[in-house]
């Protein structure tokens, strides 16, 4: 009986350890340790919690689209979590804006600056342009075109300051665009009292 327990004491300590590694391992594999670190709002690309944002994504020709509703759900340790046709965690710190342990969009934003996760460069393309969609008008927008390496298609998003991505292109080979996710409209959340009525 003791000789048994000791076997399995010895396998649990095993898959532990194991269990252990691979956690450790998917933190250092991230893109970039992610520490809490406050960032002023006025240079902030995090989206408002206190909005609700309407996105379309759609192929180009208009064969297919889905439209849904992004909206924050709560805290996870350090990161906004948002709730659209899947769930996102968001976080920024003074090394750029997060989706998960991916930095989107590195701090500060100016042109030309480039960054690599795994075989993806990121490159800001421009730090001053003007986006029109049907969300509205934006102005000093962030342009940051992604290339994975070996391949000719590529994606520009777009960041405006306390809105987050608001539009992303996705071109092919032959420079013409596939598909578009879409900022289409953003209105405040309704408070508690107004959704009762």
């Known amino acids: 009986m003791k000789k048994s327990v000791k076997i399995l004491l010895g396998f649990s300590v ?27 709002k006025e240079m902030s690309y995090l989206k408002d919690t206190e909005k609700l944002y309407t996105v379309k994504e759609y192929s180009v020709k208009k064969e297919r689209y889905i439209e849904y509703e992004e909206h924050y759900i709560g805290k996870s340790q350090e990161f906004d979590t948002w709730y659209g ?24 934003v100016e042109k030309g600056k480039e960054w ?3 075989s993806y460069t990121f490159t800001i393309e421009s730090v ?14 962030a342009e ?15 960041y405006a300051k306390g809105v987050g991505q608001i539009l992303r292109e996705s071109v092919d080979a032959n420079g013409k665009k596939t598909m578009r996710f879409e900022l289409q409209e953003i209105k405040e959340k309704k408070s508690k009292e107004d959704a009762a009525q």
Do not use: C, H, R, W
């Not at 898959?15 to 002023?40: C, D, Q, R």
């Not at 001053?128 to 927008?141: E, L, R, Y």
């Not at 940051?144 to 777009?158: D, L, P, R």
């Open 128 to 141: 001053d342009k003007t986006v029109t969609i049907p969300a509205g008008t934006f102005d000093n927008v």
């Open 85 to 108: 046709a899947d769930t996102y965690l968001e976080t920024e710190n003074e090394a750029g804006l997060f989706y998960g342990s991916d930095k989107v969009l590195a701090y500060p």
């Open 14 to 40: 095993i898959v532990m350890a194991f269990l252990l590694f691979i956690v450790f391992k998917g933190v250092s594999n991230s893109s970039e340790t992610i520490e809490s670190a406050e960032v002023p």
């Open 144 to 158: 940051v075109k992604t290339i994975q390496k070996g391949a000719e298609e590529y994606s520009i998003t777009y």
């Open 116 to 118: 690599t996760i795994d």
